[in-house]
């Protein structure tokens, strides 16, 4: 693949809308999975207990520079909060507080870049998909999805209508008192509820609840059903992957 085929986003603009142009892109990788280990008397080696969880990843990029780019473009790399290359380009990773960059003359007029993106492990889809499920009045409205990837995902759900509203996903029911008109349930890398007048995380619950208090789709077949109130759901499953 030649340099002309590589390409970097950086919240989804191109880095070559900055000067600078990819050099070396880091290879697909998975995360590692944390453990806490314990040291048992009379016991050879170390227990590992799985805490299901993972480790950031560290994807480093090579780019070159023009001088005159050199300002605008650190200071875009340092905005940077989400990153998708031409090695992984259906996918796009999340970037973590702590952008470190390095730079180095390589020749007259010209700059070489080391940027390291600490990254939230799991990573999500380029393009995301909506689903949209109308209550008509005739049948209860359900949505069945696939999960794709074995990881659990945390949905968010757009809901238009009134009273109280409850959706339930796959065993949890996810209930919101007061709805007048439309309300918002963003999942993802945290919980938040609210509506046109601010926050309604207070008028929500979750059944059974959890001690992350989200509603969580797993690795299996999956089931949305709007039920009292609810005329029409946006469904966004915010699927990730390893």
Not at 28 to 52: C, M, N
Not at 175 to 180: E, G, M, R
């Amino acid at each position: 693949m030649g340099l002309c085929d590589l390409y970097f986003l950086g919240n989804r603009i191109n880095s070559l809308d900055f000067g600078l142009q990819p050099l070396k892109l880091p290879k697909p990788e998975r995360a590692a999975k944390r453990y806490t280990e314990y040291t048992i008397a009379g016991r050879s080696g170390k227990l590992h207990v799985d805490e299901g969880s993972y480790e950031e990843i560290e994807k480093s990029v090579s780019f070159m520079c023009a001088e005159k780019y050199v300002e605008t473009a650190t200071i875009w790399l340092s905005q940077i909060t989400e990153i998708c290359t031409s090695a992984e380009q259906n996918r796009v990773f999340s970037v973590t507080p702590g952008v470190t960059i390095k730079t180095a003359t390589t020749t007259p007029g010209l700059f070489e870049f080391s940027v390291s993106f600490k990254c939230y492990p799991l990573s999500k889809d380029f393009e995301e998909k909506t689903y949209e499920i109308i209550n008509d009045g005739r049948h209860t409205p359900y949505f069945n999805l696939q999960n794709p990837s074995q990881i659990a995902a945390y949905p968010s759900f757009e809901i238009f209508g009134s009273g109280t509203i409850t959706v339930q996903v796959g065993g949890q029911a996810v209930t919101i008192t007061d709805v007048d008109g439309w309300v918002m349930v963003e999942g993802g890398e945290s919980l938040v509820c609210y509506d046109n007048d601010g926050s309604a995380l207070s008028r929500m619950s979750l059944s059974p609840a959890t001690d992350i208090g989200f509603p969580t789709i797993g690795g299996n077949a999956i089931t949305y059903v709007g039920q009292t109130g609810a005329d029409r759901i946006l469904v966004n499953p915010n699927w990730r992957y390893l």
